[in-house]
């Protein structure tokens, strides 16, 4: 028998029920379905966070007093460290010059993070979200560009000078279609002159990156930083932002960074480092490590609606195997061997199946679509899973049309003509 | 030889472990070309004789030989082989497939045999043609009467170009007129040179036939 005359068979036989057929693969559906959706989402998120994190750039390290990720430890344990993290000492604009100067650097930044307030020029006022100290280096190392002005010059440092560099939402909000550069403004209640402003960069994760102001960090450490308060010590403390040259693998770097701190801070071979080297790669890896964990899970519960699915085609043939006694002796009268009627169940249950895995992959993409538009999650939808979910759907049909099929071909001709 | 020889067959059935004899050693010949019926009331044993002709069934002892090959050693696979090759059943109950049409099911005994699609349509509508029933070629079984079911189901038994066409109670689920006609159309295919063998107890159409064999209590009776 032809594989056309197998697929038209089944085709009829699966027709002649069709409420039944549609109602038995509803399993397969939506196992398919929900796998399909969610390894779209799934996938969407990891292009997202991927370009994201590209974006803030793999090969920029942190240094700070603190580690970014902490994974495991009772509370108690984790109270414990962080008063011990509270209690270590700062980073310096010693450390900046000191790492700057290391052969494999190409850039070191010092940014001291200030508490968010409000900037105002005139009538007009602006809520500054991101505000910070820094030196010339840092709008290079984090990818920002000059739209009009100048950056900051060691005298700005040095002396501590009340200039500010606007990100391009400020500017715009404060200054509207007035030039700002020279103009002053006034943030917390100190006032600033306006020596440059920066050039629109978008947004990332929901945050506004135009949202930015900066100052020396030697003006923001006099007039903003109080080292009584807890989070100047842990959260909000100095930190350098260090670039690598880009011949310098990033492990080797890392470990000369570490080496030059250590020394730095007079550490002993046997004390362990009471600073912390943080780099995007380490969120890459523990975003990594999450999502594989749901997508585990995930298969799990596919598996699961999968094998229910499998138990009702199953069901569902045996039924149309005793239904069909007499057809199956009417072919085995006019010559269809045992073979030919275990093809053609096995057949059935598979096109089944494939058909259920079809419509299921179809109805991932339409979920996948719907999220990718009425929320901010990007779905993409890799091929491999259209082909694993289409191929998982049929070794379904298979594996669970066999017993129904097997049972199919061995009937007794004499007695299955009978059968009424 | 004879196209059609048994040798003392005999077919017991194990019933909740009693043992019942359906044949007691029953021996034939039938030649090929002929027009036989096989006749005997029910309980007789000529529904087992007519499935081990019909190699559908194997006899517990004896031996069948058709066409000088003894078939009762055969597996069941080589036996599916002789049913699709060498023999045509007609029914009682013609047993024709509902779903499909009247067309396709003459068709289905050729996709066994592996005839090409074209081929296989082309010969479908001229078996139907000779049984009278082009124009109704795409109806369903459903949609035609009994005489005409049981015509598609001479036209299905011949779509392989059997030797053999073996008949079972053909007659018997129609009426008087059209259990004629059917006995008309098997007539023709006798002059055409076919070997057919009815089973039936009417004797009005074992009658119809050139040779009767009588069986009885699982025995030839002459």
Redesign the interface.
Known sequence: MSLWTLLKTSYLGLRANKLRSILTTLGIIIGVGTVISMVSIIDGMNKYVYSVLGDIGTKTVYVQKWKWIIIGGSQSKMRKLWREVSRRRDLTMDDVKAISHLEVVDRAAAFQPIFSGKAKYRSNSVDCNNVAGTDDQYIYISGYELDKGRNFIDQDIQLGRRVVILGSYIAKTLFEDEDPLGKSIVFKGHKFTVIGVLKPKGELMGNNLDDILLMPVTTARKFYYNPRWRPYRVWYSFRILVKFKDDVPMKAGMKMLENLLRVRRGLRFDQDDDFALNTSEMLLSAYKKLTSGIFIAMVGIASLALIVGGIGIMNIMLVSVTERTREIGIRMAVGAKRRDILYQFLFESIFLTTVGGLIGVFLGLVIAKAVDIATPLPASMPIWSVIVGLGFSSAVGLFFGIYPANKASKMDPIEALRYE | MSLIKTVDLVKIYQLDGVEVPALRGVSIEIEEGEYVSIMGPSGSGKSTLM?IL?C??RPTSGQYFLERQDVSLLD??SL??I???KIG?V?QSF???P??TNLENVE??M????VP?KERRRRALELLEKVGLKHRAYHRPTEISGGEAQRVAIA?AL??NPRIILADEPTGNLDTKTGEEIMNLFEELHSEGRTIIVVTHDPEVSERTKRIIRIRDGKIVE
């Open positions: 499935h019909g559908l069934d069941e696979d599916a082989e049913r699709k090759r059943f029914f047993n024709l497939l779903r499909i289905l005994p996709t066994y045999a592996g699609s299905r779509a392989n």
